[in-house]
């Protein structure tokens, strides 16, 4: 079974401070996926990171894949009110389209 | 922009009714997924569907479970007699393709099911 642990489970920060959320696993993933989710909705991509070593940014947004390909960060500059929601990572491992989800991240904004 | 919708957002039942989640995928995706999530829990792949057939399951999708796709647009999820512990968020996704970085899965809104 592919595991893929996220630290931390809970996140409480002040506006414009920075952060980084983990994703972890033992298990090497073909490709991994960076999700948010607000209550009430279904998960909504942010990005996905296939090659080891690969970071991707979008806005304040920085994601990085380990080079082993088991594990990922998110890391997010000058926080915003509107940051504030559940990141999941998710993940494929070898040929299947399984998505295997991480526990989640609680992150949370305040002004 | 093209949505994955689901129907309805808010399902009641009682213990033992059969429940049909209802689910339609982008127009043009050819991979459909649905996926749980037990309140407080981390969300769990149950099935997903490809050329009308299941491609691959979880331990979780028993033989309670059927998905079908019944015409060109829908896709469902049928629970032959809920139990108290099927109680989640239901998440139907679909996919243009698969392979790797291709395979971006395209999440609706989830139905709620609740079994009293």
């Known amino acids: 079974t592919q595991l893929l642990e996220q630290s931390p489970q809970f996140l409480s920060i002040q506006e414009g401070e920075n952060l980084t959320v983990y994703c972890n696993s033992s298990s090497v993933f073909s490709s991994l996926q960076w999700y948010r989710q607000e209550p009430g909705e279904g998960p909504v991509l942010l990005v996905t990171?296939?090659?080891?070593?690969e970071v991707k940014k979008l806005k304040r947004l920085t994601f990085q894949f380990g080079d082993a390909r088991k594990d990922s960060s998110l890391h997010i500059t000058a926080a915003q009110p509107g940051d504030t929601g559940l990141y999941l990572c998710a993940g494929y491992t070898g040929g299947g389209n399984k998505l295997t989800f991480g526990t989640g991240t609680q992150l949370k904004v305040e002004l | 922009e093209p949505e994955v919708t689901q129907t309805p957002s808010h399902q009641v039942t009682q213990m033992g009714q059969e429940v049909i989640l209802r689910c339609v995928p982008i127009s043009n995706h050819l991979y459909f997924y649905w996926y749980r999530q037990i309140l407080g829990q981390k969300v769990e792949f149950l099935v997903s569907f490809y050329n009308n057939e299941i491609s691959e399951k979880s331990e979780i999708f028993d033989d309670q479970f059927s998905v079908e796709r019944p015409d060109g647009s829908n896709f469902t999820l049928k629970i032959r007699s809920t139990k108290l512990e099927d109680s989640a968020m239901y998440f139907c996704?679909?996919?243009?393709?698969?392979?790797?970085?291709?395979?971006?899965?395209?999440f609706g809104a989830g139905t709620r099911l609740s079994v009293l």
């Open positions: 990171v296939v090659t080891g070593g």
């Open positions: 996704a679909s996919s243009p393709e698969r392979g790797l970085a291709k395979n971006i899965q395209y």
